[in-house]
């Protein structure tokens, strides 16, 4: 799960103003490190810089001074959320080494010039392409967006054609990919067959965008053109004039979901491009109310899990009739708790004590991944008077780790998976198959367990969660195709 962006503008000073806000932005998808490639289509130059950390002004003077030198016109971004490996997240020299764009500036067994950048969102299975692979750069970089640069070149200077190479991307390297990539006189993007992670363009005088969010256009007066369909490849020229052509119409499609429930600033628009995941995440909390009207009424006001839980529990406050009380907030404001594995107990949240001393509150969140997040905000908020705390948790379980982008944890580490390994509930290799009730019991049992270890001070007989389910994403979403390996074990076909 990372942030890419591609821009193609007439005049270096603006292309190059959006690039620095776009990595600002993008910071949010991939706090690990940044890079940018700066393009002039017209000499071919290009030139790449990678940074272990997040836009600071020390990245923004460098880029400026490259692209004022260069005269350049065409930009590529990338925003790095390391996923499989967290040895990257750890040591710096492999983060650097594995931080894109990825420059591939010769190759050294052809004997030739190969200056082409490529940047990538998602998670391909590398093994297969190293298998296509006949050319080898020596480059030391080792992640599959390495690969993927590599093997869309190859393909494209095999036939000379930029769609057939794409086509052959699509058709034969499995896994998830916004794929960006430039060798000097376009900028090209393309989406997998399956459309696993967001891609739109955007356009405004004089500068055409592709990005990972379209939120970023309504922050800086961008006009919306489209989502990129899975499949499908956009080139911008040089000159501002672009093409989309579907390649590949391949079904079932599968977008993750999660991006609409979790990863996306809630001004975006999903993955159809007709609708606001605002309103997606408005339409999970009305559902998750429906469910549980019956069972779940006796609570004073409705508390968010921030920032994520916000829209869940305004909707279903709504719903309810109950209120809706933000009163707690996070010491570090731009830090996305679901991207930082460990975070210091004591200085994750604070609270309002005076509002919610002696309350009945029902906490809303996106999800459960790894428990400890949700042990902690309860904690945070019993320690603040609180009477008793439930949990209204919007994503069904997750049992299962994503291979597609997402960086959930080992299976081990999944708080879901727990009920699998103890065989509380029945999974045969196939479709996880539990009633959702029952697993709101176990998992209730497993939290209080595990407050009573950390935190024996508090008494967490009160707490009580309550998860959604597949049928209430899809009764939500306004895309009836989705991945849903996550929370059924069944992956697309």
């Given at each position: 799960m990372?942030g ?12 190059l ?5 776009a990595?600002?932005y993008?910071?949010r ?11 002039n289509p017209y000499?071919n ?16 003077r460098?880029?400026?001074g ?12 990338q925003?790095?959320y ?8 750890q040591d710096?020299?492999?983060l ?13 067994l052809?004997g030739i ?5 490529g940047?990538?969102n998602g998670?391909?299975?590398?093994d297969k392409i ?6 080898h750069?020596?480059?030391k ?14 393909k494209?200077?095999e ?11 699509m058709?034969?390297?499995e ?9 000097g006189?376009s900028?090209?993007?393309?989406k ?5 992670r967001p ?5 405004t005088?004089?500068?055409i965008m592709?990005t990972s969010e ?6 800086y ?7 990129v ?17 579907l390649?590949?119409?391949y ?5 993750c ?15 159809t491009?007709e609708h ?9 909390g009305?559902e ?13 006001f ?11 529990g305004q ?5 309810s009739g ?5 009163v707690v907030?996070?010491?570090e404001?731009?830090v996305?708790?679901f991207?930082?594995a460990?975070?210091?107990k ?11 001393r ?10 459960l991944?790894?428990?400890?997040t949700i ?13 008793t705390v439930?949990f209204m948790?919007?994503?069904p379980?997750?049992?299962f ?5 997402i960086d959930?944890?080992?299976r ?11 065989d509380l ?13 029952r ?9 209080r367990?595990?407050?009573?270890q950390e ?8 707490l009580?969660?309550y ?14 195709q989705?991945c ?5 074990g069944?992956?697309?076909?």
């Amino acid at each position: 799960m990372c942030g890419t962006a591609g821009i193609v503008c007439n005049d270096t000073r603006k292309g190059l103003d959006i690039l620095i806000k776009a990595g600002e932005y993008l910071k949010r998808r991939g706090p690990d490190s940044i890079g940018a490639g700066l393009v002039n289509p017209y000499t071919n130059t290009i030139i790449s810089r990678r940074y272990t950390k997040p836009i600071d002004e020390l990245f923004i003077r460098e880029i400026k001074g490259i692209a004022f030198d260069t005269r350049a016109t065409l930009f590529l971004l990338q925003t790095k959320y390391s996923t499989r490996t967290n040895v990257q997240k750890q040591d710096k020299e492999s983060l650097e080494l594995n931080a894109q764009p990825i420059h591939l500036w010769y190759d050294g067994l052809a004997g030739i010039v190969n200056d082409c950048l490529g940047v990538h969102n998602g998670e391909v299975e590398d093994d297969k392409i190293k298998d296509f692979l006949k050319i080898h750069s020596p480059m030391k970089a080792t992640v599959d967006s390495r690969y993927l640069t590599e093997i869309y070149f190859q393909k494209l200077s095999e036939s000379n054609d930029e769609w057939k190479a794409a086509e052959w991307v699509m058709n034969n390297v499995e896994g998830a990919f916004t794929f960006g990539f430039s060798e000097g006189d376009s900028l090209i993007f393309f989406k997998d067959k399956r459309g696993y992670r967001p891609l739109c363009i955007g356009e405004t005088d004089g500068l055409i965008m592709l990005t990972s969010e379209s939120g970023f256009f309504n922050d800086y007066n961008l006009d919306f053109i489209d989502e990129v369909k899975p499949g499908e490849m956009v080139k911008v020229d040089r000159d501002l004039r672009y093409e989309k052509r579907l390649l590949v119409d391949y079904s079932p499609k599968a977008p993750c979901a999660f991006e609409d429930i979790y990863f996306k600033d809630f001004i975006s628009r999903d993955f159809t491009g007709e609708h606001s995941v605002r309103e997606t995440r408005e339409r999970v909390g009305i559902e998750l109310y429906k469910f549980y009207k019956n069972e779940l009424d006796n609570f004073d006001f409705v508390v968010p899990v921030i920032e994520s839980g916000n829209t869940y529990g305004q909707a279903f406050a709504a719903a309810s009739g109950k209120m809706f009380k933000d009163v707690v907030r996070k010491p570090e404001r731009d830090v996305r708790y679901f991207l930082r594995a460990k975070v210091e107990k004591e200085h994750k949240y604070s609270v309002d004590d005076l509002i919610v001393r002696g309350k009945d509150i029902l906490a809303t969140d996106d999800s459960l991944v790894r428990g400890d997040t949700i042990v902690e905000f309860y904690a945070s908020l019993k320690k603040a008077g609180a009477k008793t705390v439930s949990f209204m948790i919007a994503w069904p379980p997750i049992f299962f780790t994503c291979n597609n982008g997402i960086d959930t944890p080992t299976r081990e580490e999944l708080y879901a998976h727990k009920l699998i390994e103890r065989d509380l509930i029945e999974y045969n290799g196939g479709e996880v198959k539990y009633d959702v009730h029952r697993v709101n019991d176990m998992i209730t049992g497993l939290l209080r367990d595990d407050i009573r270890q950390e935190c024996p001070e508090i008494n967490p007989n009160d707490l009580y969660v309550y998860y959604g389910t597949n049928e209430i994403l899809a009764e939500s979403l306004p895309y009836k195709q989705k991945c849903s390996l996550c929370h059924t074990g069944v992956p697309p076909k």
